[in-house]
């Protein structure tokens, strides 16, 4: 269920290295390309631009939104370190899916976290609310139509946390240990085999009675690395007997590289930007360790040409701080062009996050008070 081209294309769930080959990933997972979405989808940077550029089963959710009919979005997040741009990747797509209506789902995969990486769950849980919803409410997030929860605490209503967690049990019966071997490895642990069932019913539970009362379509937005999971939930999903689903759906986006090209690192912190990061700090770690793609001199520059494919300055306009396609399409041909030297590229970087983290960070001051009240309740 992992993918491995090569050693130096390795795409799996916890290991992204090499060129990514988006194409093969795609012939080799059975997605298929997002093209022909509805003008609403055109609007999101994120679609128009192929950054979410492929999925699985997608027109389960495209038929429920133009029926005006009820579809869920689930997600979970790993509360492992700081937010940084490339988390905000997946809040801006459950931010939009929350504006067409979705019912939103976000877990915390405190269990699978303290399984696999930090076993203390109070740390687990402050970062979960100090650094992930604080700043998706920040972004834009309307919590209160919104089903936040841990893995390790999934309500208190007994009757939805007993659905929830039967749901990962039953679904035990149904796996094998070669399904399991096939996403985690050789490694394989009891407790990473509960968070994989638990994951399952992440995904599943919003179809529930005791939830969404019936099932409905969900969609489950991802990066391409998390995939094998999705397929072992969709598997378990049809052999179960005791309920009757609606295949999941899913989409799938490229990956923001890191400061220093590869993928983003939450144990480094020179590989990101995170969203609490200063002005200053954001401006330095630019100038210092952004990836460029310019040439060793400004003659052969000039002369050749930058790549805007690999230069990470770039990539982070093209994600979304620059929000104007023509103003992102002449920079890239300015860039690539050698008009545009990769300093002063950088500098148009650093005037973008500087607005944004000014204008974020007064936003965070707010929702901190937003997510007290949310949490209260």
């Known amino acids: ?131 992930y919803l604080t700043n998706y409410a920040a972004l834009g997030l309307d919590l209160s139509k919104c089903d936040f929860y ?57 179809q529930l009675q005791e939830f969404e009362g019936k099932p409905i379509p969900t969609v489950v937005p991802v990066g391409v690395d998390q995939d094998p999971h999705l397929r072992l939930a969709r598997d378990l999903s049809t052999r179960i007997k005791e309920y009757s689903f609606t295949q999941l759906s899913s989409t799938y986006h490229s990956f923001l590289p890191g400061l220093k090209g590869g993928k983003m690192s939450s144990s480094d912190e020179t590989s990101y930007i995170a969203l609490t990061d200063s002005a200053e700090e954001a401006e330095k770690k630019v100038k210092k360790y952004a990836f460029s793609g310019g040439r060793d001199t ?15 300055s770039f990539q982070m306009l093209k994600y979304g701080l620059e929000p104007d396609d023509k103003k992102l399409q002449s920079i890239h041909d300015e860039y690539k062009s050698g008009k545009l030297l990769s300093g002063e590229l950088k500098q148009i970087l650093i005037e973008k996050i500087t607005a944004f983290l000014k204008t974020h960070h007064k936003k965070r001051e707010q929702a901190k008070k937003t997510v007290e009240k949310y949490l209260e309740n």
């Not at 937010?83 to 209506?101: M, N, P, R, T």
């Not at 402050?126 to 650094?131: D, G, H, I, Q």
């Not at 946390?161 to 985690?184: G, K, P």
């Open 298 to 312: 400004i003659e052969e520059h000039r002369k050749l040409g930058g790549n805007p494919g690999v230069d990470v």
């Open 150 to 206: 841990f893995q390790s605490n999934r309500s208190s209503d007994g009757r939805k946390a007993s659905a929830y967690y039967a749901l990962a049990a039953l679904l035990a019966r149904h796996a094998t240990f070669n399904e399991f071997r096939a996403v985690y490895g050789d490694d394989i642990t009891p407790g990473k085999m509960a968070s994989a069932l638990l994951q399952a019913s992440d995904m599943l539970h919003p």
């Open 1 to 131: 269920m992992v993918l491995e081209m090569n050693k130096d294309f390795i795409v799996t769930p916890w290991e992204v290295k090499g060129e990514i080959d988006y194409g093969k990933l795609m012939a080799e997972f059975g997605l298929k390309p997002t093209s022909g979405l509805p003008a609403e989808f055109e609007k999101n940077a994120l679609f128009r631009r192929k950054i979410v550029f492929a999925h699985r089963d997608f027109e389960k959710i495209l038929a429920a939104h133009s029926g005006k009919k009820p579809f869920a979005m689930m997600t979970g997040l790993m509360p492992s370190g700081k937010f940084h741009f490339g988390h905000k990747l997946v809040a801006d797509q459950i931010i939009f899916y929350q504006k067409l209506g979705a019912r939103v789902y976000l877990a915390v995969a405190d269990v699978e976290a303290y399984n696999s990486r930090n076993p203390d769950l109070a740390q687990l849980r402050k970062t979960a609310v100090e650094e």
